[in-house]
């Protein structure tokens, strides 16, 4: 929650802990999550979705440390997961695997082996060819695989356009038009147990009217489903709704969100099932750097701080926002600046429009709204070591992940004996 961030005499506090006491302690970069915030807002979500009643399966990929997965384990949350590696992540927090759904377009054999084993609650199948390996798996170890078929119902959810899926163009999900066939084929194999519908438009997605749409084709498609005898239990709405990176964003309340699932569903025999990511964590994070340097060039003025985009990338990948203040309130005069990352890369920007008051070297910053799509897209490029990630609790904090080493950069690499 919004209250979990705030400054507090002066100092910029995750919760109870000034982000620079964690910062002296920890070193910089570093990801610092809000357990209350993951609670706070996790209810937030859940209460609104009361009527709806849905399974709420948090998508992992938005972040994936295991304390945070495990935030939401201990809550009874189910997940959705995309790799095999997830799948191990969430077994780890100890989720309950029937309370998983498995989407992506390139599942591995290997994958839906150990999906199937650990008695998962559906695949999300996305193309033909998936189904039959699918089939074959899970013939091969006597089981039925549960399905749903992630259908693509050509619906702009006007984000981005590298985080929009639900486009005739793009490679997520089936052509609503030919899913019916796909339906036809799956309920006659022997491995597959036809058991849902789903789809999933995008992400950041701040305009209703996209999913109200969607929706209602999933509906009414359950519908025709049914007609041909083929007897669902899930309508899966995928995730997507947006959170506020400025002050000024106003995107859906989940309570408005439930209001038009309830309009389009209402008395229809379905189970909902939801898989949000970013409105559980993307504001129950921050990214805390360290100035540098401060660099007067002619034409502006440039922050270099120690966090760069391999540490976050949303800015340089989608020109996304993210809000940085100082930890040290102060009132003085703003003034623009550009805070960049030490990556040698022209689009190592981390804001271009940063509105700072004067700082200075050795000062820390906090990027705001960092918990989503943060850490999880991170990497090593420049043989820089991953950040450590922090979880605060009260008064208390906690090294969630540890910082990187020289040596975890090379664990793994070997020189062949030809170059001895
Ligand atoms: N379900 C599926 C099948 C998805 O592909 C995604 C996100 C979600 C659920 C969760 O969407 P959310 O509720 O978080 O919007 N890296 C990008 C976002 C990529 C989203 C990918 N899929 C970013 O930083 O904006």
Redesign the pocket.
Known sequence: MWYDFQYKDGQYCVEDVPVKDIADKVGTPCYVYSNSALDGDFEVFQDSLEDVDPII?Y?V??NSNLAVLRTYARMGVGF?I?SGGELYRVLQAGGDPAKIVF??VGKTKDEMRTAIEAGILFF?VESFEELIALDEVAKKMGKKAPVSV?VNPDIDPNT?P??S?GLKKSK?GIDIKAAMEVYRSAAQMGGIEVVGV?S?I????FDLDPFTQTIRKLAQFAGELKNEGIEIQYIDI?????INYREEDSPPHPKEYAEIILRETSGLPYKIVL????????NAGVLVTRVLYIKEAPSKKFIVVDAGMNDL??PA??G?YHQILPADENFGDVESAEVVGPVCETVDVLSSEAELPDVGAGDVLVILSAG???F??SSNYNSRPRSCEVMVYGEQFHIVRERETLNDLVRGELIPDFLK
Not at 202 to 205: A, D, E, F, T, Y
Not at 238 to 242: A, Q
Not at 275 to 282: A, I, N
């Open positions: 399966c998508s990929k938005a959705d995309v989407s992506g999300n992630r981005h590298y985080i899926t997520f789903d999933h995008g992400s950041q997605v995928g995730g997507g709704l947006g898989e949000p990511g970013r409105v559980l964590v993307g990338l949303r990948l989608y996304a989503a799509y943060g999880v897209m």
